[in-house]
């Protein structure tokens, strides 16, 4: 399965190493490792810093002959939302891309491209101009764009998505307000040169507004109640996009189906090709399989190296496998564990990640077919940093600590102190993959007398409102103990801000962040504040590198990386165009250049 927690923290992973016009990590193969138990790792050298090209892709779309057919895409999981700034999952940005622009978009060379916006902003080319302590921020957009109901795209769309989100009444945002709050006033109104103050030097400028919504639709709805009414699923037919495509109809669990935007040529140049585009939903992967070798679709996606062998049958032609940006991680709840353990919380942690033997499970479930990863930075990110170490579980070690820590076997082969058995919810999606890795997890665990309890629920995803707070194993309600899924690699290095960052933490009203393992390390703060205020990229580089060294090392109890993935997509030869995206933006970055014939 390779639903992952996205929303504006992958938007930012798209685009915003674009502004960097000054250095870059050179790239390298991934480093494998284990984290440590007691004693952090020496951080490695700096790598050597490169230039770094931010434009001149290199791709080409063709055009076609006779425009028109239609493309049945297909998806295992059904999306909880489509409106970006609430999305938690790749299955929600997958459809919301096909319906929403942004000013910029991100190729699969990894350049950066207008979209909404005729520029990129620099500080080098005078579009980002630093003024004090804060910084103006000019965007062009396309003139004559209007959106799918005819108005006009203009500067006031910008203004109104920075009020909307910034609304106290907004609860549940992905990527909470960070970036917003910054911004002090936005100039241009009703034309399209736009001038967004910051108040503060913002790193992330570039992918804040990713994608910008229509003011006048927006504001016929209460931001109370946005989460629920606002682009609704169960009539998506009422809301107003920007995108190629546009739906007419939903039906749960099952198939959303869309139609061009009349008006997306004023927006990508051309009209959409197609006449239609049908989202088919199977439940799970293997059934998706089956539809495509059954000739029930044209491409099928949210497909990884978990996937591999189950391709037997199918064309290699028709497969795309291409290394992803995405990584596979166990996220540990301390507000959860702390609870259940007290100050025994950090010890279980490190004794869990000692005893997960990755190598099993890289070789097992997978198949051999991914790379265990020490870092959540890619190797191809500018600012990453080789920090080496050992992949080798320890279970030995695993059990020195919980035996120091007073944990005893008792006569069913667990462990308890004080009366209370050392048992711990593992909570995943329903993709199989992820029920074998943590059937095997669980034996490991066993091994060293820690009984471990697997769930695999759809709701793990579910967004602050969607459903109960009781509600077990939802990530953003804390209702786990240690959970499996997995995030992108940012691109941005201030993509893993509301992920890792105190400020993250979505219990308190309005319940925005993504910082589900209710990390608050001062360390950890500290240097990603660093990243956030600076648009002097070697120092946003030596903050990430020391991000990395914080990851690396012994404070870091709230995650454990498994492995780097690989994107799989199966594509039926009529298609044109397709080329796939390492990013979240993942196929659809470009659906309206596809074409059929």
């Known amino acids: 399965m390779r639903k992952r927690l996205t929303g504006l923290l992958a938007i930012a992973a798209i685009v915003a190493t674009a502004c960097s016009s000054s250095t870059a990590t050179s790239t390298s193969a991934p480093v494998t490792g284990t984290p440590v138990a007691a004693t952090p790792t020496a951080p490695a050298a700096s790598p050597t810093p490169v230039t770094v090209s931010l434009t001149g892709s290199t791709y080409k779309a063709t055009t076609p002959t006779t425009p028109g057919g239609s493309v049945v895409l297909a998806e295992w999981q059904y999306p909880d939302t489509i409106n970006p700034y609430f999305a938690q999952a790749e299955t929600d940005i997958e459809v919301s891309g096909s319906m929403f622009d942004g000013l910029l978009n991100v190729t699969p060379d990894l350049k950066y491209v207008p979209d909404l916006a005729t520029n990129i902003p620099t500080v080098d080319n005078g579009g980002v101009v630093l003024k004090g302590s804060g910084m103006d921020v000019t965007w062009t957009l396309k003139p004559g764009m209007m959106w799918s109901d005819g108005q006009p795209i203009t500067c006031n769309d910008i203004q109104g998505t920075w009020k909307w989100v910034m609304d106290p009444a907004n609860t549940g945002l992905a990527g909470g307000t960070t970036g917003w709050e910054d911004i002090s006033g936005i100039d241009g109104g009703t034309t399209t040169n736009c001038v967004i103050h910051f108040s503060k030097v913002y790193e992330g400028y570039l992918s804040l507004v990713s994608p910008v919504l229509p003011a006048h639709y927006i504001s016929t709805i209460s931001v109370a109640d946005a989460p629920t009414k606002l682009y609704p699923l169960t009539n998506l037919k009422s809301g107003v996009y920007s995108g190629a495509y546009i739906p007419t109809d939903a039906r749960a669990d099952a198939q959303i ?127 990453y940093k080789d920090e080496g170490g050992s992949t080798t579980a320890d279970p030995t070690t695993a059990s020195s600590l919980l035996t120091a ?184 970055w470009n659906i309206g250049d596809w074409w059929v014939g």
């Open 257 to 383: 189906t869309l139609v061009p935007n009349p008006q997306w040529s004023t927006v990508g140049g051309h009209a959409p090709y197609l006449t239609s585009v049908i989202w088919k939903y199977y439940g799970t992967s293997d059934a998706m399989i089956q539809g495509f070798k059954a000739g029930e679709y044209d491409l099928g996606q949210d497909l990884q190296n978990a996937d591999i062998p189950s391709l037997t049958g199918i064309d290699p032609a028709q497969q795309a496998i291409h290394d992803s940006l995405t990584y596979e991680l166990n996220a540990f709840n301390k507000a959860s564990l702390t609870t259940k353990y007290g100050a025994d919380a950090l010890t279980i942690i490190k004794a869990v990640k000692l005893a997960t033997d990755r190598q099993a499970i890289a070789k097992g479930p997978l198949g051999g077919n991914v790379t265990i990863t020490n870092n959540f930075i890619s190797p191809l990110t500018w600012y």
């Open 405 to 588: 820590a007073g944990w005893t076997k008792g006569s069913d082969g667990y462990l308890a102190k004080g009366g209370k058995t050392l048992e711990l919810q593992y909570c995943t999606t329903t993709k199989a993959v992820r029920g074998d890795t943590l059937k095997m997890i669980a034996s490991q665990l066993k091994a060293i007398g820690i009984k471990a309890d697997v769930t695999q629920t759809p709701n793990i995803f579910a967004g602050w409102n969607d459903v109960a707070a009781t509600t077990p194993c939802v990530l953003i309600h804390g209702t786990y103990d240690v959970a499996e899924f997995a995030y992108v690699s940012p691109l941005d290095p201030l993509g893993g801000y509301n992920v890792y960052s105190s400020t993250g933490i979505p219990d308190a009203a309005p319940h925005n962040g993504q910082n589900v393992t209710r990390t608050n390390l001062p360390a950890l703060d500290a240097a990603y504040n660093s990243v956030k205020s600076s648009v002097d990229f070697v120092k946003v580089r030596d903050a990430m590198f020391t991000v990395q060294d914080i990851y690396v090392s012994d404070q870091n109890t709230y995650e454990l990386p498994l492995y780097n993935r690989k994107d799989v997509w199966l594509v039926n030869p009529k298609l044109h165009n397709f080329t796939g995206n390492p990013t979240t933006s993942a196929g659809e």
